[in-house]
């Protein structure tokens, strides 16, 4: 990245305090022009949480902008800058939901880590996280929030039908295999996956949807039958 100095000094010279970091996520034109020389995400996640850090000692300010700039950071992977946000006062009550969505969409797990760890419930949004999980096939991100609570029968197990019609396989077993019901909504899953042409996905559900049927059906008690004298 250019010269930390050089880069604040531009932002805050042409931006207020109050939006100098919103534009750091919200322009893209300058998060390409000081990214642009960095080859990995984690380089890229240092450079970004050290101006962010230049920017907050000059002023700048989270503000009413938290719940964007939260999310975006927590969208790109960047778990440093994440971590200085919610140090800065981007409080999880208020915008976690949204992060931990963008970052389940995107498959980091270590954002989420954090987001999860700071208090944002794996449910929160609606459960919106496992949705956008199953319906971008990041299967890692799926399992750690089922693991930390998000549930999968949640909406008529709704995350199934999202991964079903994406034939995200993998991620359908793993639902199933936590409780999410093959023929909820009708058996939607299965459509779905049948219209999709996801043919391994909608022979899954058959098959582990039909031993729901038949392990659901063993808990139910016999019938009473009254023997009259």
């Known amino acids: 990245m250019a010269c930390p100095d050089l880069a604040t000094r531009f932002l805050m010279a042409r931006h207020s305090p109050e939006t100098a970091l919103f534009h750091v996520y919200g322009s893209p034109a300058v998060r390409r022009m000081l990214l642009a020389p960095l080859q990995t995400v984690a380089a890229r996640d240092a450079a970004t949480d050290t101006l962010v850090r230049y920017l907050l000692r000059l002023g700048a ?3 009413v902008q938290a719940r964007f700039l939260l999310a975006a950071a927590a969208g790109a992977g960047d778990t440093r800058v994440v971590r200085t946000l919610l140090r800065a006062g981007a409080g999880v009550g208020g915008c976690g939901g949204r992060a931990l969505v963008a970052a389940a969409a995107g498959g980091h797990l270590s ?3 954090v987001l999860l760890s700071s208090g944002v419930s794996a449910r929160a949004e609606n459960g919106g996280a ?3 999980a199953c319906k971008g096939g990041q299967l890692p991100a799926a399992q750690l929030l089922l693991r930390c609570g998000a549930d ?3 909406d008529g197990s709704r995350a199934l039908c999202e991964a079903a019609a994406s034939g995200h396989l993998a991620i359908v077993v793993a639902l199933l295999a936590a409780g999410a019901q093959a023929g909820a909504r009708g058996g939607m899953a299965f459509r779905e996956a049948k219209q999709a042409g996801h043919a391994a996905v909608a022979e899954a559900l058959r098959g582990l949807g039909g031993m729901q049927q038949t392990a659901a ?3 139910v008690p016999a ?5 009259v004298a």
Request: aromatic share 0%; no cysteine.
């Open 61 to 63: 300010t989270p503000g």
């Open 111 to 113: 954002t989420m880590e």
């Open 130 to 132: 496992l949705l956008a």
């Open 152 to 154: 999968p029968r949640a």
């Open 217 to 219: 059906a063993a808990l």
């Open 223 to 227: 019938p009473l039958t009254l023997r």
